[in-house]
């Protein structure tokens, strides 16, 4: 009981931060016409192990370029809307050194209840463009946070609009979902993890 408390003081200190960070987040149109290679990262579980893969792929004809697939150790329980504080290590040493024009990360940005979820925290630590996409839309985000293209649920990361988002998610979309983001799915859950 006193480590639940513990958590949820240091959740509340830690929502107010998200606030402040959310203030930092660029949403500006994007220049799709200079856009030529579009990243996509995912994370898949299995016990206290992470495995992020992490792909690059030339844009719009989307030609797979790059793979990366790392396993990490993970220091914190999933909690909903803190899930950038779980998958951010794995995230960034999947990427690496690797600088996409635009990074599709599997899960949300703006459409989060403080404005900042896994998908902005990434485009503010890269200092990229960064798009949220995820499944489902998550209670409590702002209404005009998000556009359903496809099955997926886009929302901005940082550095981009929505419509700039949606129209590459859309150039992306293969049976209703972005082809990186189907590719590092496959690659996160593969067999054996590191």
């Known amino acids: 009981m006193e480590r639940t408390g513990e958590l949820l003081k240091n959740l509340e200190k830690i929502a107010r931060v998200q606030k402040k ?7 500006k149109p994007l220049d799709i016409s200079r856009v030529g290679t579009v ?17 690059l792929c030339s844009f719009p004809d989307c030609v797979l370029l ?20 779980r998958e951010t290590r794995p ?22 209840p403080r404005g900042y979820g896994l998908a902005s925290h990434i485009g503010l630590v890269l200092g990229i463009p960064t798009i949220g996409v995820a499944k489902r839309p998550l209670r409590g985000a702002p209404g005009g946070s998000w556009v359903k293209a496809g099955r997926a649920y886009v929302s901005v990361g ?4 929505l419509s700039s988002a949606v ?24 067999a054996g993890y590191g």
């Open 21 to 27: 960070l959310a203030e930092r987040v660029v949403e």
């Open 66 to 85: 790059k793979q990366r697939v790392v396993g990490v150790e993970v220091s914190f329980p999933y909690v909903s809307t803190f899930f950038f504080l």
């Open 158 to 161: 940082h550095l981009i609009d």
């Open 167 to 190: 129209e590459i998610v859309n150039a992306l979309n293969r049976n209703g979902y972005p082809l990186p983001l189907r590719i590092a799915d496959k690659l996160s859950k593969g």
């Open 91 to 112: 995230i960034l040493v999947a990427v690496g050194q690797e600088r996409p024009d635009v990074l599709l990360v599997e899960g949300h940005g703006r459409a989060h």
């Open 39 to 55: 990243g996509a990262v995912d994370v898949a579980y299995r016990g206290d192990k992470a495995r992020a893969a992490f792909v």
